[in-house]
């Protein structure tokens, strides 16, 4: 073969496309899968518990609205409520008559609540054992103020794109772990706006 046609055979080699392993095409497909559930799920409803970094746990109820809107009901006696009212997210402690609040975009609870996010440009599949189950981190290293979420599937063919959320493990920004144990998921059922209004806890302040 001359120099010429051993540099046509060359450039051909480096132009062919390049094949992806099979796991790899695997996890483009997964991660897919994942984004077309968050966007096919309207609304949510589900018992669930919750577990800090400091293995307190707490039960209750949470209600999901897209766009931007999340509610955790604590069980009766628990002072605190968190809600998303499509602006922001509020941590109301009516014990001790403080609330705070913090951006949509800056809480892991975005990849939830924000239908617009394209997760398969961050997230990755976290690799397990079970084939049943399926794991999705997302992490923006250009936003680090999204904290870092990891989303636990399990795959159900009656359940949007085949795959049923059964909870989630969250890192903010400020290192603080919390993990989310779902039950009895019911989806896109009419939820009206007024779930996510609240009292506002300082005294004589407005009903937000």
């Known amino acids: 073969m001359n120099r010429f046609a051993l540099a046509l055979a060359l450039a ?3 132009a062919a496309p390049v094949a992806l392993a099979p796991a790899a095409v695997a996890q483009q497909g997964d991660l897919a899968a994942v984004q077309t559930h968050l966007r096919a799920v309207e609304s949510m409803t589900a018992a669930f518990t919750q577990t800090d970094r400091a293995g307190k746990t707490l039960t209750g109820t949470l209600t999901l609205k897209k766009p931007g809107k999340i509610r955790f009901q604590y069980e009766k006696g628990v002072p605190i ?5 499509g602006k922001a997210i509020w941590f109301l402690d009516y014990s001790v008559g ?5 951006p949509i975009g800056d809480s892991p609870l975005g990849v939830l609540i924000d239908p617009n996010r394209d997760i398969t440009r961050y997230a990755k599949v976290v690799p397990g054992s079970d084939p049943r189950v399926l794991s999705v981190e997302a992490y923006d290293p250009k936003r680090p103020e999204y904290g870092r979420i990891t989303m636990i599937f399990e795959r159900q063919p009656s359940a949007p794109a085949g795959l049923m959320l059964q909870g989630w493990v969250a890192l903010d920004s400020q290192g603080n772990r919390t993990t989310i144990r779902l039950a009895d998921q019911r989806f896109n059922a009419p939820v009206s706006d007024s779930t996510f209004r609240f009292n506002d806890p300082r005294r004589g302040a407005r009903r937000s």
């Open 12 to 14: 051909g080699t480096l």
């Open 81 to 85: 409520l968190i809600v998303g009212d």
């Open 98 to 102: 403080q609330r705070s609040r913090w």
